[in-house]
């Protein structure tokens, strides 16, 4: 089996895979060598990858290093698509893990994938696994902290999943409201309509922790999935595992 973990800017993702099948996933604030000592006991875990955003756990990577065959997603790791990307060394792991699902779950068709999380991010690949680049942009929260941060009288705003607020807002509240999340609405619409003119048929993939927030007009054309990194990540620990 295999064991994958995402230290992400906000949480920490692991899940366990049976090859391709999905069997295990947790969310944590962070996650100690303890709680993974506790995974690798209770399922038979042969090989692991980690791919972290964060300072590195030595303890945590030494742990998995002598328990199972473990590997460290970086700029050397095989990737099972060609990089075209300009600056390799400072490609996002995430991104890496995002292609590599797209590569295998969309063979021979041109994939757009979504990542609506601390950023959002927008990553190309082709039918022939060529990886171009993408977009990034600022998410969801890191909008409602910068108008409040970088403003003298706007008030920090939380938002929840269930809103859905009015384009028009009739408070300074609900204006804030309105103005980030009918923003990140329209630039993902209007983003998604010039990659469909771009490139025919191109398959798009929406994901990330703030993905279901939005009901999109083309959204009958778009494939959703919340565990899309980690079957990424999986397909590159496979890779790799081969190779």
Do not use: W
Request: glycine share 6%; hydrophobic share 40%; aromatic share 10%.
């Amino acid at each position: 089996m295999n064991l994958v973990i995402d230290i992400g800017n906000t949480l920490v993702k692991l899940a366990v895979f049976n090859k391709n099948e999905l069997i295990f996933n947790k969310n944590y604030d962070s996650l100690t060598p303890l709680e993974v000592q506790e995974i690798l006991k209770r399922f038979n875990i042969v090989h692991s990858i980690i791919s972290n955003v964060r300072n590195t756990d030595i303890n945590l990577e030494n742990l998995l290093n002598t328990s199972t065959n473990f590997y460290q997603l970086n700029e050397q790791t095989l990737l099972p698509f060609q990089n075209l990307y300009a600056t390799p060394t400072t490609l996002g792991k995430d991104r890496m893990a995002l292609i590599a699902a797209a590569c295998n779950l969309f063979p021979q068709r041109n994939v757009l994938v979504v990542d609506m999380g601390t950023c959002i991010t927008y990553d190309v690949v082709t039918a022939d696994k060529k990886y171009l680049g993408g977009a990034i942009s600022p998410g969801l929260n890191m909008r409602f902290k910068a108008l409040n941060q970088f403003t003298g009288n706007l008030p920090l705003v939380e938002f929840t999943e269930n809103e859905k607020p009015n384009l028009i807002g009739d408070s300074t509240i609900n204006s804030i409201t309105s103005g980030v999340y009918n923003g990140v609405k329209t630039e993902l619409e209007g983003t998604i309509a010039s990659y469909n003119k771009q490139y025919e048929n191109i398959q798009v993939v929406l994901t990330g922790g703030n993905a279901e927030m939005f009901d999109l007009e083309s959204k009958n054309r778009i494939f959703a999935d919340k565990f899309f990194l980690l079957k990424g990540l999986n397909e590159i620990l496979e890779y790799n595992a081969k190779n």
